[in-house]
């Protein structure tokens, strides 16, 4: 069965440093990958999406996000965090059609000034 | 503009009682999905469909109940045999089979009292 681990639940970072979030995924084939984030009491919003070709997705916001095969893994980074950037991150696997995808637990970033 | 709307945002419901959460999209997407998501457990599927008076059960769909009479409309239904209701709620909507962007809504979070 497909999974998504998102290792760390909370995150604390300074303005300015640059962030990495981690997920490491299980799937038996080339997986669909996606990472949204989520404003307190809001949807969801998609950041980027891995389908195939190039392993380094940039995305919206600054945010980009590396497929490794060899790790299973999908980690998003940002070079510059900002204060906005304040949210919950998900981490999501699947197949076709969202009814196959599966999402991670989330993890929560805090932006300290 | 185009986008998932969910009424209300907030909704308190007493023991015994069935209530109905709203999903109206204006995207013109086929596909439309009903998530749950609890502190640390990430989304989990409810009910799915993928076409005008179809739906499909997701992986909790036990207590609750979803129509699909019109392409922007899919109602949610929490019965009173749903004895954990209290949750935030999410609805989303995709194109389709494809593996693109999925669109959600602000939320409703419902309360029992």
């Known amino acids: 069965a497909q999974s998504v681990t998102q290792p760390d639940i909370h995150i604390t970072v300074s303005e300015g440093a640059s962030l990495e979030l981690r997920c490491n995924y299980s799937?038996?084939?080339?997986?669909?990958l996606f990472w949204y984030v989520q404003s307190p009491g809001q949807g969801l919003q998609l950041l980027l999406k891995?389908?195939?070709?190039?392993?380094l997705v940039q995305g919206i916001k600054g945010f980009e996000a590396e497929f490794k095969r060899s790790q299973s893994s999908f980690n998003l980074r940002k070079p510059s965090v900002h204060w906005s950037d304040a949210a919950e991150y998900f981490c999501?696997?699947?197949?076709?059609?969202?009814?196959?995808?599966?999402f991670g637990t989330g993890t929560k970033l805090q932006v300290i000034p | 503009d185009g986008g998932i709307t969910q009424s209300p945002k907030y909704l308190f419901r007493k023991e015994g009682q069935n209530v109905t959460l709203s999903c109206e999209q204006n995207?013109?997407?086929?596909?439309m999905y009903w998530y749950r998501q609890d502190p640390g457990q990430g989304l989990r599927l409810i009910y799915y469909?993928?076409?005008?008076?179809?739906?499909q059960k997701g992986d909790i769909a036990e207590g609750y109940s979803v129509s699909r009479e019109k392409k922007e409309s899919f109602p949610l239904t929490v019965t009173s045999a749903q004895k954990n209701p209290t949750a935030f709620y999410l609805c989303?909507?995709?194109?389709?089979?494809?593996?693109?962007?999925?669109?959600f809504g602000q939320g409703t979070r419902l309360t029992v009292v």
């Open positions: 989303a909507s995709s194109r389709g089979d494809l593996p693109t962007e999925a669109f």
């Open positions: 999501a696997v699947g197949g076709r059609g969202y009814q196959k995808v599966t």
């Open positions: 469909s993928q076409i005008v008076n179809d739906f």
């Open positions: 799937y038996g084939a080339t997986p669909y």
């Open positions: 995207l013109n997407h086929d596909a």
């Open positions: 891995y389908f195939s070709g190039d392993t």
